[in-house]
């Protein structure tokens, strides 16, 4: 990692009812517009989806540095984000963050230091330790050769579940 403090900079184009478009050098141009929920199209990314998608990612990759550090061997991950946007004090803002996880290691690995692991994840990710939403955690590790995308359990699985809250200031 290079030294703090980094710098991010992002460009926000349209003309008139156009969808905006997002750029930042050295990267692909990405097209954004207004969910349905606010009258949009709902058929491209919007602010609401790109800042859900910020939390899934940056636990994902959290999770993978903090796995590799700790040497946790692991398979596959997924993280499911649903976000509840509500109006608090006369203002729209995301109320309450739930971050669904399912992650496959492989025969041998301890369920129990990988739940530490997802635990220390989400302690970790700086999207959600720059917002004010509560943040919660339900994860879920399967033991053997199963894939966080659904793929059929094996007869030989077995689960550790765990749910732990955590408030995000």
């Not at 991950?77 to 649903?82: G, K, M, Y």
């Not at 739940?115 to 339900?138: F, G």
């Amino acid at each position: 990692m290079q030294d703090l403090p980094h710098r991010y900079m992002v460009a926000a184009t349209a003309l008139g009812d156009s969808n905006v478009k997002l750029a930042s050098a050295g990267l692909e141009t990405l097209d954004s517009a207004a969910p349905a929920e606010f009258g949009g199209p709902g058929d491209l990314w919007s602010p609401e989806t790109l800042f859900v998608a910020a939390v899934a990612d940056c636990f994902v990759l959290s999770f993978r540095a903090i796995a590799r550090a700790s040497r946790l061997d692991w398979t596959a991950i997924r993280c499911d984000v649903e976000a509840i946007l509500d109006r608090v004090d006369g203002k729209n803002r995301f109320t309450a963050i739930t971050e669904r996880v399912v992650l496959d290691v492989p025969e041998g690995a301890s369920e129990t230091k990988a739940m530490r692991l997802l635990e220390k994840a989400e302690m970790a990710c700086l999207v959600t330790n720059s917002m004010t939403a509560d943040v919660h955690l339900d994860a879920q590790v399967t033991v053997g050769t199963i894939s966080a995308e659904g793929r059929a359990r094996a007869d030989k699985s077995s689960q550790a579940s765990g749910k732990t809250e955590f408030r995000s200031n």
